[in-house]
């Protein structure tokens, strides 16, 4: 298992918190008019990047790609990404789907932030935004994660689809 910049103080009895990361892509509305996966037709992205003392005002309907601070993996391991109740009790959702890191897979963690509420969020470079979850293995994995033919086998974390599942 590997976490970068761990500390002990974010471990849990079943879970290890993790933080948000500075770097943020927000899709740009004026220069994408509409997004039709069938077409291939995604949104083109701005690329936001924050002083630690800076904050980001998620608006509320907004969606934005952000990702962890933190970059964890491990070969053994299933591990899961779930939000945190007290984020979610204000309207934020953490991600959509993207929840599952495979073993063999070492990476900071995409969210797809989503503010439900109706009114706007503060979200704050190396806040905790998260919490990951482990599963041991009950065998070694007959396909690590990054072998031939894996799509998302590097830590591209712009890259928005996997064109073969549309």
């Known amino acids: 298992m590997i ?18 990361d500075n770097y943020f892509l927000i899709p740009d509305k004026h220069r994408t008019p509409v997004v039709d996966p069938v077409m291939k037709i995604f949104p083109t992205y701005q ?22 601070y933190e970059t964890f993996g491990s ?19 953490i991600h959509n789907t993207a929840g599952i890191v495979n073993p063999g897979h070492t990476l900071q963690m995409v969210f797809e932030l989503c ?11 190396k806040m905790s935004i998260a919490q ?12 690590p994660y990054g072998s031939k033919g894996q799509a998302y086998h590097t830590n591209n974390w712009q890259v928005s689809y996997r064109s073969e599942e549309i």
């Not at 990047?49 to 962890?68: K, M, Q, Y």
């Not at 070969?75 to 959702?93: E, P």
């Not at 990951?132 to 396909?143: A, C, D, G, M, N």
């Open 3 to 20: 976490i970068s910049d761990f500390d002990i103080s974010r471990l849990q009895p079943a879970s290890y918190d993790i933080r948000l």
């Open 75 to 93: 070969s053994n391991l299933l591990i899961q990404l779930s939000g945190k109740s007290s984020l979610a009790r204000i309207g934020l959702i």
């Open 115 to 125: 503010n439900l509420s109706q009114i706007p969020i503060v979200l704050r470079p």
């Open 132 to 143: 990951l979850l482990f599963s041991p293995l009950t065998s070694e994995p007959i396909s």
């Open 47 to 68: 690329e936001v990047t924050l002083d630690d003392d800076e904050v980001f005002i998620l608006h509320p309907n907004d969606v934005i790609l952000a990702r962890s």
